[in-house]
Structure formats: C-alpha cells, structure tokens
C-alpha cells in the first residue's frame, strides 16, 4: 500500500503497521529459535540469526541505488521477499512455538536497579530512533546521491558489528558508566561536527556518519549489561525487557522530534537532537558514577553482543536467546573452574 498510495496521513498509519508487524514476526522467529535451541547449538544459533539479520540489513541498503526511490519498485520488491520469506513457515509442519510471555514496564524498579541504564537506554532510543529513521532523510538534504546514501547507512552497520566486541571487553574490565560516557562524548562529538560544519564533501560526511554510528550503537548493549550487573540471575529477562520497552519509546520520540527540527532549522540539524541525548548521557553516568560504586569485575553480568538497534527489532525473545547463552558460557566456566 505504502507504493500505492502517497499521502503522509496514510504512511503514517501503514508505518504504525509495518513496525507492528515486524516486531511481531520477529518475536515468533526468535520465540521459535529459542525452543529449538539446545544449550550446546544456543550460541552458533543466535550468532547466524545477527549475521543473516546483518546481511540482509545492508543488502535491502545497497539495493536503493539500483531503482528510482520515487516509483513503487523498491516497495514491490520488499513485499515480494516478505512473501517468499513466509513460504517455508507456511509449509512447515513443525509445532508452533509457545506463547509468548508478556513484559510488564516497572519505571520504579527499573530505576532503583539502574538510574544510569534506565535514563540512558531512553536517551539512546531518542537518538537511535532519530537516526535510523532519518539518516537517508538527511543524506538526501545534504546533497548525497542514492548511493553515497545506501553506503553511508551501510557502513554505520558494518561499523557498529566491528566496534561491538572491543567496547564489551572494555566495559567488562572498568567502570561500564565510564565507557558509556566516553562513547556518549565521541558520539556527540561527531554530531556536533556534522552539525555545525555542513560538510558538504561526501566522503568527510560518511566519514563523520561511520564514526558516529560505531560509537552510538554500541551503548545499548554496554547499558543493558550495567542494568544486569545490579540485578539477581532471575531477573535478567525481565530487567532487559523493561529496559527495552524503555528504548521503544525513545525511539517513537527521537524522530517525533526529529523531524519538525529538521524541517525548519535543516538536515543537519538531526544531528544537534543525537548530540543532546549524547551529551546528557555522558553528564548522567559521570554524575552517577560518584554515587554509587561500580561492581567488581568478578561480580559483573557479561557482556553480551547485540546486534545494532538500527539494524534488527530486537526483542525480549533475542535476548533471552542472548542471555541463555551468556548463561550457558558461565556455567562453562564454573564447571571448569571447579
């Protein structure tokens, strides 16, 4: 329909269904993964699960040059995929996963666990929703080709899986406040470049983009483990699944807020919005790092890879899958210990 009919009101409300639906396809898949899933198979499952989400993200950007973005072509082809993508469930005589339990949203616990994690993964889904929903927006304002767009959005996501492991290992090591707010800093560094320079050379602009989106999509999974580092074992689903409803809605507001920015002040101005949830991030865990001492390193949760928020609907299902196999490497390595 989004092809069919070009009207803001009407994209509005297919929007709303799109995102809808995918949450709910994704939740089914991840449900089904997660029965399937042995304790031995959990960690090469949910490791090709990111990987096939990853190339199928960067092939549907690369795919933008290819047609004129102003015909329905583009639209057509995304259906005829769902389609496709839809034929081996149909035909699968498998049973159906159990039903999916729901995630109930406590502010106040999730508050008195982590105030940095709680204020932060909503900043973050300000500027995540910003950006992921208006960086091609912005591409298109500054004067980027079809192209130098779809590699722009592309190499984000490249960047992000790249810088995920070295920010784990570093937040592992020291105070996970600190690496939120160094990597808050560097984000809103870079926003503030591309905010107040106009760059309009395309290389200088992807430049700045890529280093914005490495840094800024790795602090999601840095908050939701500092979350888990004060929570009990038993909780971990439920604290990342609050803290995940938290994150929906920064990311309902991010480009809410967005946009009329950007229609009156410019496209580079998406990036001012980034820049303050950045900056406010960095402000508040430095804050909160004199408040309350950080776990030992023995005693914290394990970082857990995340795919970037921009790049998959993550979901309570993935990171049960996620946190089963985090489970699953600590009982390894008590068993060897002992």
């Not at 039903?99 to 932060?120: E, F, H, I, Q, T």
């Not at 004067?143 to 590699?151: E, F, K, N, Q, Y």
């Not at 560097?186 to 050379?201: D, E, Q, T, Y």
Request: glycine share 8%; net charge neutral.
């Amino acid at each position: 329909m989004s092809g069919i009919v070009i009207d803001p009101v009407w994209w509005v409300i297919l929007r709303a269904v799109t995102g809808f639906s995918t949450a709910g396809t994704s939740m089914i898949i991840e449900s089904w993964l997660n029965e399937r899933a042995t304790n031995e198979s959990r960690g090469a499952i949910f490791s090709l699960y990111i990987a096939i989400t990853l190339i199928g993200v960067v092939a549907g950007q690369m795919m933008i040059p290819l047609e004129d973005v102003r015909t329905p072509v583009l639209f057509m082809i995304c259906g005829i995929f769902y389609c496709i993508a839809m034929l081996p469930t149909l035909l699968s005589t498998a049973a159906s996963p159990q039903p999916l339990k729901a995630v109930k949203l406590d502010l106040k616990a999730l508050y008195r666990n982590s105030p940095v994690s709680c204020l932060g993964i909503l900043l973050v889904g300000i500027a995540n929703g910003a950006y992921g929903t208006l960086g091609a927006v912005f591409g298109a304002g500054a004067g980027l080709s079809d192209t130098s767009i779809a590699i722009m959005m592309s190499s984000t996501i490249f960047a992000c899986a790249v810088m995920q492991l070295p920010a784990g290992r570093l937040s592992d090591r020291i105070d996970r406040r600190y690496v939120l707010a160094a990597m808050s800093a560097v984000a809103a560094f870079a926003g503030l470049m591309l905010a107040v320079l106009h760059p309009s050379s395309p290389v200088f602009i992807i430049s700045l983009v890529v280093l914005y989106g490495a840094v800024a999509n790795t602090l999601y999974p840095i908050a939701v483990a500092h979350a888990n580092d004060f929570a009990a074992p038993e909780d971990f689903v439920k604290v990342s699944g609050g803290l995940l409803l938290l994150y929906g809605i920064g990311t309902i507001i991010g480009p809410t807020l967005s946009g009329p920015v950007m229609s009156s002040i410019g496209p580079y101005s998406l990036f001012f919005v980034t820049a303050i949830a950045h900056v406010l991030i960095t402000s508040y865990s430095i804050f909160r790092s004199r408040m309350r001492a950080a776990k030992p390193a023995g005693d914290r949760d394990a970082y857990t890879t995340m795919p970037s928020a921009n790049a998959q609907m993550i979901t309570p299902e993935s990171m049960s899958l996620a946190r089963s196999e985090t489970s699953k490497k600590d009982d390894i390595t008590v068993n060897y210990g002992t």
